[in-house]
């Protein structure tokens, strides 16, 4: 998000201290015996444990998701020029991405979910708005309420993978035993391959000895296809992520696929969860495989073969319909950690692709947001592992985030503040902490094009000050941002007032207070306007949501 500055800034030493805090956030669900999430838990009914120790518990929010909440509310002043609010159009609360998985989906699966996803996008309710994206980036579609598109851009999907899917290949040697044998070093996998390709190259006993050559040569070059494609899946979704953070309302991605592995990737996945987390996204997923079963043998288009050891054999190999039911669950827990650590849903072990995509479209009722500061957290890099529990005993279901990575480095805390406001300004809620009203006024300079003016009214009179040398002193950061009709973010302003007033000009001369403008140049049509203001004496904001509809 690009946010033009009108002025100088800079972070007071106050909030320097603030935002060098390292912050561990936790989602949290918690579901009863059938499974409905609840809501009526407390900050002490929850223990947290950092690598076995527990910790502190120092920030708590309880959230409770209702669909029918408006995603802006908004006000007047008697003023002709400013836009009636009570005609305000209504304005999107959800958005949800569907980011389908065509690098590792085959054709059969990805049929099946995209007839479903189809049927469900026909359903759109006014308020949603829908984006369609990839992980081989081929096929995209930003947010929108036109059906049409959202239809005609489901129906391009198709599988996409990165080498094509060679038919009976010799070494059969999957990703998941490719991982195995070149990064787990696993002998009896690598046995297991090599019976395969001394069996389906039909090697003559005098040359099965320089078969294990070819077979790890082999087994390297599958893991170098499958980490790229992985790599290239995780990407799409920290992109996408990143996309839905900037949506004002409530953000849930969907995330369909058949699973795959990241063998070497859990920083980069951890990111992606930590990112979700602090933009309030809501990562489910599909398993798009549905009820999965492991055929013995093979089958009619990949044909398995004998667990018979070869002549010589002195390591044992570990049976293929082993490895094939390992390999399944293994790619299942992506989906499962992007699901379980962020508030969403996995669906798997289920062929109804109507109940599944209606499952993880639609977030839980209730979750609560936990952190903690970690107490002398070395600055490298390493995982610790985290652990949620609830002190009263009872069948509940508890989903939280498995862990996190320590940072390499400390946090600039410039940074930190801009993000914080930058957090703020593409969230939906409100927040009341400042004494700031937002207004608005347009005028149309002809039937194309329009000027928005946004006012931000501060009352200065209730803010808190320092006293330093008989001045009353605070500094002041607003940002003024505008978004189209389907809240896709377009522009913003970012405004700072130094405040060093004396005592006599803050009680005689502000009783109406200070006004900060903000102009757009925009074209007729509906857009949600949204103010948010920091000061650096209190350290809190406020964020006000205004609609508007230029005809």
């Not at 078969?211 to 070059?221: G, L, N, R, T």
């Not at 309302?249 to 990737?265: A, D, H, I, M």
């Not at 990562?283 to 018979?308: E, H, K, M, Q, W």
């Amino acid at each position: 998000m690009a946010i033009k500055d009108e002025s100088s800034t800079s972070i007071s030493e106050a909030a320097k201290l603030r935002v060098n805090v390292k912050l561990v956030l936790a989602r949290v669900v918690v579901r009863d015996s059938k499974g409905n999430s609840i809501g009526n838990l407390q900050k002490e009914d929850f223990e947290l444990f950092d690598n076995g120790k527990p910790q502190v518990i120092s920030s708590f929010d309880l959230h409770h998701v209702s669909p029918g909440t408006p995603a802006a509310s908004t006000s007047t002043v008697p003023n002709s020029a400013v836009t009636p609010v009570e005609n305000s159009p209504a304005l999107p609360v959800r958005y949800v991405v569907y980011l389908f998985d065509d690098l590792h989906l085959n054709f059969a699966d990805l049929s099946m979910v995209r007839t479903a996803a189809i049927r469900r996008l026909q359903g759109l309710a006014p308020t949603d708005r829908v984006a369609i994206y990839s992980t081989s980036g081929q096929t995209s579609l930003d947010f929108t309420d036109d059906r049409s598109q959202l239809l005609e851009t489901a129906n391009k999907l198709q599988p996409r993978p990165l080498l094509g899917s060679e038919i009976n290949p010799c070494p059969n040697i999957t990703f998941y035993m490719a991982d195995q044998i070149v990064n787990k070093r696993d002998p009896s996998v690598l046995q297991a391959a090599i019976n395969n390709y001394v069996q389906c190259a039909s090697i003559p006993t005098q040359a099965i000895s320089s078969a294990s050559i070819y077979v790890e040569s082999a087994a390297d070059q599958v893991l170098q296809i499958g980490e790229h494609e992985s790599r290239l899946a995780l990407g799409v979704l920290q992109n996408v992520v990143r996309r839905i953070s900037a949506m004002p309302g409530q953000r849930t991605l969907v995330l369909v696929s058949p699973g795959f592995l990241t063998p070497e990737l859990e920083y980069d996945y951890n990111d992606i969860i930590d990112r979700a987390l602090r933009g309030q996204v809501v990562i489910s997923s599909l398993d798009a495989r549905g009820l999965y079963t492991v055929i013995p043998f093979g089958d009619a288009s990949n044909p398995g073969v004998s667990d018979t050891p070869i002549p010589g054999q002195t390591t044992p190999n570990t049976p293929r319909i082993l490895l094939d039911t390992q390999e399944a669950s293994a790619d299942d827990d992506i989906l499962a950690v992007l699901a379980y650590s962020t508030g969403g849903t996995f669906f798997h072990n289920n062929n109804d692709m109507d109940e599944g995509l209606r499952r993880v479209a639609d977030v839980p009722e209730f979750y609560y947001m936990l952190g903690f500061t970690p107490q002398n957290l070395k600055l490298d890099g390493k995982f610790h592992t985290l652990k949620v529990t609830l002190k009263a005993k009872g069948k509940f279901d508890l989903q939280a985030r498995r862990g996190y990575f320590a940072p390499k480095h400390d946090v600039d805390a410039a940074e930190e503040a801009k993000r914080e406001i930058e957090d703020e300004v593409l969230s939906s809620e409100e927040l009341h902490d400042l004494p700031v009203a937002l207004h608005t006024q347009f005028f149309k300079a002809d039937d194309k094009s329009a000027k928005l003016t946004v006012l931000a009214r501060v009352d200065v009179k209730r803010l808190h000050y320092k006293q330093a040398e008989n001045r009353n002193e605070n500094k002041l950061t607003i940002v003024t941002a505008v978004f189209d009709r389907n809240g896709n973010f377009m522009e913003a302003v970012e405004k700072t007032v130094e405040m060093k007033w004396k005592s006599e000009t803050l009680q005689n001369k502000l009783n109406s207070g200070i006004t900060l403008k903000s102009s757009f140049d925009v074209k007729p049509g509906r857009y949600l306007v949204r103010v948010v203001a920091r000061d650096s004496e209190q350290q809190v904001m406020s964020a006000e949501n205004g609609a508007v509809e230029i005809p």
